[in-house]
């Protein structure tokens, strides 16, 4: 089936510009997740969605990061007047959510440049 | 928040030999998971544990989950190039709950090289 699906692949922007990540989890996958990585480095939450419960938002960096979910499935990170050290690749994942369900399944990211 | 200490942090070897990686944990953990992240992709999962002392294996890669439910270790026999990558522990810590739950804790990661 299907796996997870990001969009655009690549981002270039200037800085102060907003910008919009999409992501399509796998179908049935009720738990959604954001993580930004950084050259060379390991995986910074960001953002969780499981179900219709309110999301941890704990590891957003600041308040022009927020992310929402459309009726349980796509996904919309927004990054507002970016700054050049929001350059990362932003990645998303997904898992059934269900007890046991840790299992994430993460798409091929998306490449955000600031310039 | 929790922390996985994942080691070593990178290694050089030659294709052929036998690469050894470990995960610990401060707490416990109920679930084990181990990751690899190709250039340029996302991380694909290799293996996922989840029982104390469970010894999983998938191909050339072997994977245990501790008996003490605070570490973990990843091998994988006869290194080949395209074994290249960076290599990810993950886990589910025991005294998760509410907005915490399904949420998994990332080792910084292990930068596999593989010389020809």
């Known amino acids: 089936g299907a796996g997870v699906s990001q969009s655009p692949s690549n981002k270039v922007t200037e800085k102060g510009k907003d910008v919009e990540l999409r992501c399509d989890p796998i179908?049935?996958?009720?738990?959604l997740y954001w993580y930004r990585q950084s050259l060379g480095q390991g995986l910074e939450f960001l953002i969780y969605?499981?179900?219709?419960?309110?999301?941890?938002k704990s590891g957003l960096p600041s308040d022009r990061f927020s992310a929402e979910r459309t009726g349980g499935s796509v996904s919309t990170l927004t990054i507002q007047r970016t700054q050049q050290e929001d350059s990362a690749v932003y990645l998303c994942?997904?898992?059934?959510?269900?007890?046991?369900?840790?299992?994430?399944?993460f798409g091929p990211g998306t490449r955000l440049t600031v310039t | 928040g929790q922390q996985l200490n994942q080691s070593p942090q990178s290694m050089f070897i030659q294709e052929g030999e036998d690469v050894s990686m470990n995960c610990t944990s401060s707490?416990?953990?109920?679930?084990w998971l181990w990751y690899k992240q190709d250039p340029g992709e996302g991380p694909v999962l290799l293996i996922a544990?989840?029982?104390?002392?469970e010894l999983t294996s998938n191909g050339r890669l072997t994977a245990q989950f501790g008996i003490t439910r605070k570490d973990s270790f990843l091998n994988i026999s006869a290194s080949i190039p395209s074994d290249v990558g960076i290599y990810f522990c993950?886990?589910?810590?025991?005294?998760?709950?509410?907005?915490?739950?399904?949420?998994?804790?990332f080792g910084q990661g292990t930068i596999l090289t593989v010389h020809p």
């Open positions: 969605f499981q179900g219709n419960s309110a999301p941890d």
């Open positions: 994942a997904s898992s059934y959510g269900g007890l046991g369900g840790y299992e994430q399944y």
């Open positions: 707490s416990i953990f109920n679930t």
């Open positions: 544990l989840y029982k104390a002392g």
């Open positions: 993950a886990g589910q810590p025991t005294n998760a709950g509410g907005t915490s739950y399904g949420k998994l804790t």
């Open positions: 179908s049935g996958h009720t738990a």
